[in-house]
């Protein structure tokens, strides 16, 4: 079944670990998304790609990286952890032809930096 | 610069009521708009896609409609039930510079029903 996958679920770690949140889609989907989500708030685009070896900033500064070497993988690292990145991470895919296919999300990784 | 927003933030109702979600952008300049549902702490689940041409679409208890022009959609919700409770993004998908598009959200309308 086609699906996008993230992972962990749930990760809780120390302050200054290098971390990385996992996402893969099996739909062949060339666009994929980053988005960070704090509790009870708003959605912001944090990374985007449109195709292996395409990788931009979105609207929301943020302080990790991403890359895409494969279609299907698109991990997201952070070198250094800290508390003021606690929060839920949201991966999403979408079909190339533009304003035919919505976007698909994945179940997201909830973050916890003590 | 697009803005989406969404009324109410938060709607309590009783059980069997119908319910209107409001969502309204500000540049009618839309690929498509995506209603989703969140449920706390999880991720999002796509409800229904409107295409920029489209009116209305359907699914089950669900019916979204669309009037580009004024910039507005609404979700109906029909016959509420208590599964329903649920946090409801609207989401429409714009051309920006360089020729990206993107999706950008509403901050949600938290649906409580209750039996």
């Known amino acids: 079944e086609a699906d996008i996958y993230q992972t962990p679920r749930y990760l809780v770690i120390g302050t200054g670990k290098k971390i990385t949140l996992e996402c893969s889609q099996t739909?062949?989907?060339?666009?994929m998304y980053w988005y960070q989500q704090d509790p009870g708030m708003e959605l912001h685009l944090i990374h985007y790609?449109?195709?292996?070896?395409?990788?931009e900033k979105g609207d929301l500064s943020s302080e990790s990286t991403v890359s895409r070497i494969r279609t299907e993988h698109f991990p997201l690292t952070l070198e250094s952890a800290r508390p003021s990145h606690t929060s839920q991470y949201l991966c999403?895919?979408?079909?190339?032809?533009?304003?035919?296919?919505?976007?698909?999300f994945g179940s997201g990784t909830r973050l916890t930096v003590v | 610069k697009q803005e989406v927003t969404q009324i109410p933030a938060a709607l309590s109702v009783p059980e069997g009521e119908n319910l209107v979600l409001n969502c309204s952008f500000t540049?009618?300049?839309?690929?498509?708009l995506q209603w989703f549902r969140q449920d706390p702490g999880k991720g999002l689940t796509s409800l229904l896609l409107?295409?920029?041409?489209?009116r209305e679409q359907t699914s089950g208890r669900l019916n979204a409609s669309l009037d580009k022009s004024s910039g507005r959609s609404t979700l109906y919700i029909a016959a509420s039930q208590p599964g329903d409770s649920a946090t409801y993004l609207c989401?429409?998908?714009?051309?920006?510079?360089?020729?990206?598009?993107?999706?950008?959200f509403g901050a949600g309308t938290r649906l409580a029903v209750h039996p």
């Open positions: 989401a429409v998908r714009c051309l920006f510079s360089g020729g990206y598009n993107k999706l950008i």
């Open positions: 790609s449109y195709g292996v070896n395409s990788t």
């Open positions: 739909m062949g989907h060339d666009k």
């Open positions: 540049d009618s300049a839309i690929y498509n």
């Open positions: 999403a895919s979408s079909d190339g032809r533009v304003g035919v296919y919505g976007y698909t």
């Open positions: 409107i295409q920029s041409s489209q």
